[in-house]
Structure formats: C-alpha cells, structure tokens
C-alpha cells in the first residue's frame, strides 16, 4: 500500500489495524488527498472481492443490499446481490446519498448480514466497509447519522501530504496510476485466520475497567452533549488486541489502549454549542479524558 500512498503509515497501519480488528473504516477529508487511493490499495492487497459503490443522490438501498427479481423461465424470485457483498467494499462518497440509502449499509456493517424480502444473506468473512466522505461543508451532502458513524470503528483523516511525498509523488506516477503495482500480500481466508487468533489476546479486568473509565470520561465530560456508546468500548479493546499482536504481545497493556483512542472515539462524540463555538475538537477532549483518566496499576 505504501507503494502508491507516500508518506502516510500512520494512516495504513490504523487502516490494516481495522481490518484485523473486524471493523470498518470512516475516512473523511477534503477532495484529492488520497481517501480513495487507500481503499483501493487495501482492497488490492488482499487476494478476496473488492467492489466500489458510489454513492450519489439517486442511488437506492437495493443498489446497496442486493434485489429479488422474478425469473421469467423458472417463475420464480432470485435474488441479485448487490454491490455490499465483498470482503472489501469502498462505500465513496458516502455522506453524498440520502440518508435512506446510508442506511442500508446498517444491517451489513452490525451483523455482516443483509435481510431482503424476509430472507437473510451472510456477507463474506472478512468483511469490511471503507467508506470515504467529504467535509458537510461540501456541497451536496448529507450528514452522517449517529448510529451510522457508531459503526465504524475508527476515523482517520489523509490531510494534505509533505512537501517531498507529494514531489514523490508526481515523481512515481509520472508514468500512469501506481494503483496496478500493488500485488496480493495475503488471502481473504489468512486475513480471516488471523482476526480469529487475535481474539484471543488476553485482556486483563484492570485494562477493561481502564477503557470503561475512558469511555465514561465521554459521557461525563461537559463540553461533550453525546458520549461513546458501549460497541465504543467494545471496538477499543478489539483495536487494543490488534496493537498488542503487532507489538508481539499475546496480552494488552494501557499503551495499546490509548494508541488509536483518538481514532476510535472522537468520531462518535457530539460536542455542545458552546464547545463548537470555542473550536473545540472532539479528538483533543478525548487526549484530554486519556490524560485524566488513571492508569491501571501493573500487576
């Protein structure tokens, strides 16, 4: 991935943590900075189905979930899977579809399942949304509802590139899109052999008590009118798992907790008038609750 991404591992790193962690991805910035480029890139990566829906004012739930047609020759109903069933599935421009038709991405993204027509489908393991979406300043979109934003499990931002990745940059596609040169590093059925094994990374009741207190922190902080939900603490301690395997550790320790928290909270959090008036970022009042929040003493 960093073959055609330069100078953004934070980003890839958090992006493969997700994947590892069964989540699904929110990346929300300006138009050109690469939100697309990483998708596509991780879809790459792995050796499984990548599909892309763009999202657009006219596009339908069905376009989404899938569709039952009659079979003219069988005079019967079948079902056409719709662009939600991959292991990977780029959901761009999501925040520029109706609300309605955010909406059907719930169901798929809480149970990897998708219910049309009374019947239910299983999606394919893994299964992860990427979904891309511009500032709501930008014309022509729709904001994301809470319980939309709540299932995912992080949210980054590219922001806008160093001076010498971008020269870099226009240096290594000076001879067309790099995207082709990225090759399968890992199969569908590893990545999913994997998640499996890192559930199993311990976490000790002092770490759990540890994320509750900073989620709490959330709901008690007075600058903030919406706190973190319980998946919140659900999706750190899994995240937590996925730093400790990649530091090579089968247990969690603070640190692991509070690498990503940023990523995994602020996006769920709704700060009050009074808040937003003083520009008051969701991010620095969560680095705020992780500074205040009293470690767990080490065993």
């Known amino acids: 991935m960093s073959l055609v991404i330069e100078g953004k591992p934070q980003q890839l790193r958090t992006a493969v943590t997700v994947l590892l962690a069964e989540g699904h991805l929110l990346i929300e910035d300006v138009p050109g900075v690469g939100k697309t480029v990483l998708a596509r890139s991780l879809g790459r990566a792995i050796d499984g189905d990548f599909r892309r829906i763009q999202f657009t004012p006219d596009l339908l739930p069905s376009d989404v979930t899938g569709v039952s047609v009659f079979n003219q020759s069988t005079r019967e109903f079948e079902f056409k899977r719709g662009g939600v069933f991959a292991h990977i599935v780029l959901g761009d421009e999501i925040n520029r579809a109706s609300p309605k038709t955010q909406s059907a991405?719930?169901?798929?993204?809480?149970?990897?399942?998708?219910?049309?027509?009374?019947?239910?489908?299983?999606?394919?393991?893994p299964f992860m949304v990427i979904a891309t979406q511009n500032p709501i300043e930008m014309e022509g979109t729709y904001p994301l509802p809470e319980a939309q934003r709540d299932r995912f499990m992080a949210r980054i931002t590219m922001g806008y590139p160093a001076r010498a990745s971008e020269v870099a940059m226009l240096t290594h596609n000076a001879a067309g899109d790099r995207i082709t040169e990225v090759r399968p590093v890992a199969s569908a059925g590893q990545v999913s052999a994997a998640a499996t094994v890192i559930r199993q990374v311990y976490v000790?009741?002092?770490i759990n008590d540890y994320i509750v207190s900073i989620v709490e922190g959330t709901r008690n902080h007075p600058?903030?009118?919406?706190?973190?939900?319980?998946?919140?603490?659900?999706?750190?301690?899994?995240?937590?798992?996925?730093?400790?395997?990649?530091?090579?550790?089968?247990?969690?320790?603070?640190?692991?907790?509070q690498e990503l928290a940023r990523e995994v909270l602020a996006h769920r959090l709704l700060p009050t008038v009074e808040a937003q008036v003083a520009r008051r970022d969701a991010g620095d009042i969560v680095s705020e609750i992780i500074s205040a929040?009293?470690?767990?003493?080490?065993?």
Do not use: C, F, K, N
């Open 105 to 125: 991405l719930l169901e798929a993204m809480a149970e990897s399942q998708v219910s049309v027509d009374g019947h239910s489908y299983q999606l394919a393991r």
């Open 204 to 206: 000790a009741p002092a």
């Open 223 to 257: 600058d903030l009118r919406l706190g973190a939900s319980p998946r919140a603490s659900l999706h750190l301690m899994r995240v937590a798992r996925v730093v400790a395997t990649l530091a090579g550790r089968d247990y969690v320790i603070p640190e692991d907790v």
């Open 293 to 299: 929040t009293r470690l767990p003493e080490r065993g």
